[in-house]
């Protein structure tokens, strides 16, 4: 075991006990352990989820829109969980051991990939054993609430997708010259409103809910939808390999829970009230 990876062990151990975060304020930043990803507080809020007709680029499985409101303020992680913050868990004996492959791009900040809904939420259920705190996947219309971070815009940016250099690494055909060929390290780029990096471009994330092949009859408080298929589940986002058109707030696909990608990660939710 090399210096790093010892380093990353005793601060796993170090933070076996639960450790009671004061952070509880909108828009305060946090971090329960050493090595658990930096969370952030949301506010309470209502917005429109899925994409008009008139949005470029827009697909039949983002119909119909629809009003949600989240009642409750949740936290919800600042970056996309990072191959150090996944190595935590391994070494704190979690996340079932496995060391997901990186495809020669490296680790450290990167975000973590070729990872399954079912290693996600192995990941979540460790932060949960480790701090006490309600760590888990965000649903969908969490994930899509934060993403928007208070716009009504295709991305949070705007509606223009020529932005997306200084605010989301996507493919390189809107001309960006950030060298970015693969994934990136977290944060690299501007945040949201929320003060969330990542959420569109870099990888996609899972998130909980099952597949359904449009919106009618979705969840409109928040909650996570498992009528559909739950055995395919749902993802959002948008990465580096990924087109404009689908580094969008309401861009949603789905994949089987098993599967694992190259462009495919996840970042956390946690109660906090």
Request: charge should be negative; charged fraction near 25%; proline fraction near 5%.
């Amino acid at each position: 075991m090399n210096g790093s990876l010892l380093k990353l062990a005793s601060l796993t151990i170090a933070a076996s006990a639960a450790v009671p975060s004061a952070a509880q304020q909108v828009g305060e930043v946090f971090r329960d352990c050493d090595v658990c990803p930096e969370m952030v507080v949301v506010p309470a809020g209502t917005f429109m989820m899925g994409s008009p007709e008139t949005e470029e680029g827009r697909a039949v499985w983002e119909w119909p829109p629809r009003r949600v409101t989240i009642g409750y303020e949740f936290a919800v992680g600042v970056y996309e969980v990072t191959f150090d913050e996944w190595n935590a868990c391994v070494l704190g004996g979690g996340c079932r051991g496995r060391e997901p492959h990186d495809e020669g791009w490296g680790r450290g900040r990167r975000p973590v990939i070729n990872v399954t809904w079912e290693d996600a939420w192995q990941y979540a259920d460790w932060l949960r054993a480790v701090t006490g705190h309600e760590y888990r996947l965000p649903s969908e219309a969490e994930w899509e609430y934060v993403a928007r971070a208070g716009t009504s815009t295709a991305r949070y940016w705007g509606n223009a997708s020529r932005e997306q250099c200084r605010y989301a690494n996507g493919d390189s055909s809107v001309g960006c010259r950030d060298r970015q060929e693969y994934t990136a390290p977290v944060g690299t780029y501007l945040p949201n409103d929320f003060g969330l990096y990542d959420v569109l471009g870099n990888v996609i994330e899972w998130v909980d809910d099952c597949e359904n092949t449009d919106e009618d009859g979705a969840p409109s408080d928040g909650s996570s939808w498992y009528d559909g298929d739950c055995s395919v589940r749902v993802y959002r986002g948008g990465s580096w390999l990924d087109e404009p058109d689908e580094l969008r707030a309401a861009y949603r696909l789905y994949a089987a829970v098993e599967a694992t990608r190259r462009n495919l990660g996840f970042r956390v939710a946690r109660k906090v009230r």
